[in-house]
């Protein structure tokens, strides 16, 4: 069996499905993008009393659970079949929003450009526990608001195979970017076959989507780009201090999220998620690693579910300020009850700061603690050692197991061996490799792992025209920044990762 965890009840997930069904259909949802507030009422919703917000009743959110598939999958650059999103399996994803990055050459805290930018795809493609990408943070010193998030997104397919989460700035800036993806792809029939993203749509609190989150909602559905719908559900500030209470907020908005979706296309792929935080009562303050946050995350998972649909959570992330012990602590526990929740997409690892700040050297000790917690939940069963009783008779007669057939034949898959960020050697043997700490161990590894980044191709002309749809949403004729070459000079090349070499797709 596998490992798993659920902390709500069936009967009480019934209650919370009710509660928030109740709050849908007589207090209803602020919808302030015309266009999509159109398309509801045009297929039939009605507005409350004032007229100013819409109404779903239950029928209707029962009928969009009903047609919303319980899986997907997402595909690479090439249009080769890369994660699905279902069920159990567990993703994890860098995280999301950061307006920073802590240098790892300066150990300082500063605006991010194209260069750290790229240095952290670059980073990212090769790491094993990474599944797939996200625009992690932005690029917000050298490149134009209004095109910023089609810039990361051009990074991030010229530089990477893998596929990519991601989400428009502005209220018209899916479309840009759906073309940019279409142009991996035969045509637009093919990238919603295919999809290469998810987009992230965020609930704005108190049962309010905003202009942008409804464009940008209504946009991704009609190009087939599968969304997450994300509640940022502040515990005692915007929603119930108590965790039922907030689930029942929580599951509100993104079942609202869900059914505008369904009623748009029928079928569309829609990520149950969230990134729930909790308002510190002394610090006022939004922490997102807090273990009531924690709890929703898994409590609305539990109510997801039980729905069949796939989910996504902001976990594995620290609030923290540096690589230190509350960034290593605050990581692991969210990675660790992330994958035995079993949650699909799970958006944190390289962030610290209330998501506001980016570290290339957290996000290679997240990839390593990501792998220990997948490593956890991996169903356990016989394989070969029942009946035990000959292991037991070769132990006592060689007086260990190290060269026993079983161990020769099961250690690779059965033990989990960090790569060089993570000490485990003995003090004698740390002492001789120059006692490095955590921090020295994480900077030369980013060092090292892109030394060993291999540049993929992209070709010339499909380049140019990335460019031009980027250029096309600039008010400056300004160029666009220069993109970095891959420089291999900067170390020598002797970290070596645990698992088995990159297979590259092309």
Known sequence: MRPSLNIVSPELITQILDEAKRILSEIGIEVRGQA?????????????????RVLFSADVVEWAIEVAPS?????????????????????????????????????????????????????????EHIAYLATAFSTNDDIE????DAWRLYLCLTNSHKPVVSGAFTEHGVPR????????RQDRTDLIARPLSIFTITATGNFRYSEDSCQNLLDCVEWGIPIEIVPVTLMGLIAPVTPVGAAVFHTADVLAGLTMAQIVRPGAPVLFGGAPATFHMKAATSPMAAIEALHLDVAYTAVAKHLNLPTQAYMAL??????????GAETFAGALLAALAGINSVSGPGMLDYVLVFSLEKLVVDNDLCGQALHFVQEMKVKQDLPTIDLARQLLAEQHLITADHTLAHWPQSLYLPDGVIDRQNRES??????????ERAKTAVNQRLANYIPIHTDT??????????????????PLPIVPKHDARETSVTFTPRTRRRRFRR
């Open 177 to 184: 970017m759906a073309e940019m993806m279409t142009l991996f």
């Open 145 to 148: 608001a209004a095109v910023s």
């Open 71 to 127: 899986s997907f999958t997402l595909y690479d650059r090439a249009g080769l079949p890369h994660a699905e999103l279902g069920g159990d399996k567990v993703h994890f994803v860098p995280g999301s929003s950061g307006l920073h990055v802590l240098d790892h050459r300066t150990g300082q805290t500063r605006l991010a450009n194209t260069a750290d930018f790229t240095e952290y795809v670059r980073l990212a493609d090769g790491l």
């Open 430 to 439: 740390w002492q001789k490799a120059g006692s490095l700490t955590l921090a």
């Open 461 to 478: 002309r499909l380049d140019a025209e990335l460019r031009r749809l980027i250029q096309s949403g600039m008010e400056t004729d300004k």
């Open 318 to 327: 620290s609030d923290g300020k540096f690589l230190d012990a509350q960034a």
């Open 36 to 52: 999509l507030r159109q398309r509801l009422l045009d297929y039939g919703l009605k507005l409350d009393p004032t007229g100013e």
